[in-house]
T-cell receptor, first 113, second 114 residues
Framework: GENVEQHPSTLSVQEGDSAVIKCTYS??????FPWYKQELGKRPQLIID?????GEKKDQRIAVTLNKTAKHFSLHITETQPEDSAVYFC????????????FGQGTILTVHP | EAQVTQNPRYLITVTGKKLTVTCSQN?????MSWYRQDPGLGLRQIYY???????DKGDVPEGYKVSRKEKRNFPLILESPSPNQTSLYFC?????????????FGPGTRLTVL
């Protein structure tokens, strides 16, 4: 089955800096890679996703890059703000298995004002 | 309001006492899943369902049962709970008209097994 590794487990940055979280996956059949954000005491929510037919996707201050050859993908947050502080999860799945999703271990991001 | 609901939100029980956590969605989603969240381990899928009467194991199915008799409901059953099932549980659904893959999570159920 799929295995997703996520690094780092914790990340501390100053407000305005950039933050990068990296994930690797094992199953070459995976072709859908979402990122979820979970604020303290809340449920996870999708913030951005990418499919294997593109290498990069951007939405305002967040972007995701994908390297299918190396089986890794990354989340980039620019101009970080204190409200970006949360736990971030990457995940991987095969689009033909819409209910099946494997998550990484999570990264606790802290943005210091 | 489109949502996924779970009950109860908090539960403290004892080893061996059967319990059920309910999950319901009002978005007519085809897919529903159960996850458990533990520190350092992320979200791990327990079971998922592709439609009524169609379910499959996720990564950590041992000690859990599920059923999908109606499209909107997907209860999680612990026949004989043990302390290692103490965790935060999330139900999720996906399969809407837009953003088919996006999983919508319920508010979570914090379970403690003594």
């Amino acid at each position: 089955g799929e295995n997703v590794e996520q690094h780092p487990s914790t990340l501390s940055v100053q407000e305005g800096d950039s933050a990068v979280i990296k994930c690797t996956y094992s199953d070459s059949a995976s072709n859908y890679f979402p990122w979820y954000k979970q604020e303290l005491g809340k449920r996870p929510q999708l913030i951005i996703d990418i499919r294997s037919n593109v290498g990069e996707k951007k939405d305002q201050r967040i972007a995701v890059t994908l390297n299918k050859t190396a089986k890794h993908f990354s989340l980039h947050i620019t101009e970080t703000q204190p409200e970006d502080s949360a736990v971030y999860f990457c995940a991987a799945s095969e689009c033909t298995s819409y209910g099946r999703l494997t998550f990484g271990q999570g990264t606790i991001l802290t943005v210091h004002p | 309001e489109a949502q996924v609901t779970q009950n109860p939100r908090y539960l403290i029980t004892v080893t061996g006492k059967k319990l059920t956590v309910t999950c319901s969605q009002n978005m007519n989603h085809e897919y529903m899943s159960w996850y458990r969240q533990d520190p350092g381990l992320g979200l791990r899928q327990i079971y998922y369902s592709m439609n009524v009467e169609v379910t499959d194991k996720g990564d950590v199915p041992e000690g859990y049962k599920v059923s999908r008799k109606e499209k909107r409901n997907f209860p999680l059953i612990l026949e004989s709970p043990s302390p290692n099932q103490t965790s935060l549980y999330f139900c999720a659904s996906n399969g809407g008209t837009f953003s088919y893959n996006e999983q919508f999570f319920g508010p979570g159920t914090r379970l403690t097994v003594l």
